[in-house]
């Protein structure tokens, strides 16, 4: 139980940290062994409320390893709500359907009922926690959908603040990676102007105007045509660049994305230039990009 709480926990927060099923499966055993010790009577101050909040913060620490305090403190606070929606979901089963059969010792229930009633108290907890959590999610403010982006190609690094749109689905049909739109001025800071140039002639019909050679060549086998469709527009075609990397940083979140192509759009994506490009919730979801990168890399 303490594991499926952990890992439920762990699906919530979107930790990510070597070896994390080890991490998790050390935790759950720290907070398995204090259990025996309260049930067993051994040590009498394993029982006050002070060693229980002590031990929710190392099984929280060993499990997630948080990067510093208010990171702590969310991942502590999520993992109380998960726990406390388990233990109800479970003790009102069994409440249900044996309650004369439990009994508390040292703050412990137990009781004779069947492990099988508690794995499907964890099952039906797990599905109320997820439901509940997606649906939070799916309400996000516009004051929360801002993100700063880092970039990451050729050595240099491009920073621009980026809209969480939940309508960017876009996606390379062939490596199946996600798409971030960025404008093209601010591409320029990372990517050489005559690579454009070579892309709007290119664009335009025009292949006959010459250019560096070795510049072009070290682009081309990164661009990608991805299909889009919008207002006004059903067929469209965005020409994108394969990064090495992208980072999206918040004060609660940071998602670290390999291979992520990069979509170049010609205009401003707003007047007030409070953002310069946009993210979508795929880039977010944690899907395993990683795996694709064998398939992508020349």
């Known amino acids: 139980m303490n594991y499926i709480i952990l890992f439920a926990t762990l699906i919530i927060i979107k930790a990510k940290c070597k070896h994390q099923q080890i991490k998790l499966i050390l935790s759950s055993a720290i907070g398995s062994i204090y259990s025996i010790i309260v049930y067993l009577n051994i040590l009498e101050i394993y029982s006050n409320i002070l060693s229980k909040i002590v031990l929710s913060i190392v099984m929280t620490y060993v499990a997630f390893e ?8 969310k991942q502590l606070l999520i993992f109380y709500l998960v726990s406390f ?40 907890a797990f599905i109320i926690t997820q439901v509940a959590f ?4 799916s309400k996000i403010s516009s004051k929360n959908s801002l993100f700063n982006i880092e970039i990451f190609f050729e050595g240099k690094v491009l920073k621009v603040k980026a809209l ?9 049909p062939i490596s199946k990676l996600p798409v971030v739109i960025v404008e093209k001025e601010e591409l320029k800071n990372i990517i050489t102007e005559e690579f454009f140039d070579y892309m ?6 025009d292949s006959k105007k010459e250019y560096e050679k070795n510049v072009i060549e070290e682009y081309l086998p990164k661009v990608r045509m991805v299909p889009f469709m919008s207002i006004g527009k059903e067929n469209g075609m965005l020409t994108g660049i394969r990064v090495d990397k992208i980072k999206v940083r918040t004060e609660d ?9 990069i979509g170049i ?3 401003k994506l707003t007047k007030d230039n409070k ?11 944690g899907e395993d990009a990683n795996e694709l990168t064998a398939n992508t890399k020349k």
């Open 66 to 73: 948080p990067k510093n305090g208010k990171q702590m403190l």
């Open 265 to 267: 759009y010609d205009k």
């Open 134 to 137: 997606k649906i939070n999610k």
């Open 85 to 124: 929606i388990f233990g109800g979901c479970t003790f009102a089963l069994i409440y249900f359907i044996k309650p004369e059969n439990i009994v508390i010792n040292n703050g412990v229930f137990v009781g004779t009922y069947p492990i099988k009633v508690t794995l499907i108290a964890g099952t039906l």
């Open 164 to 172: 969480l749109d939940s309508g960017n689905m876009l996606k390379d």
């Open 275 to 285: 953002y310069n490009a946009l993210i979508g919730l795929n880039l977010l979801e």
């Open 253 to 261: 979140i940071e998602v670290n994305r390999d291979n992520v192509i």
């Open 200 to 205: 709007d002639n290119i664009w335009g019909g």
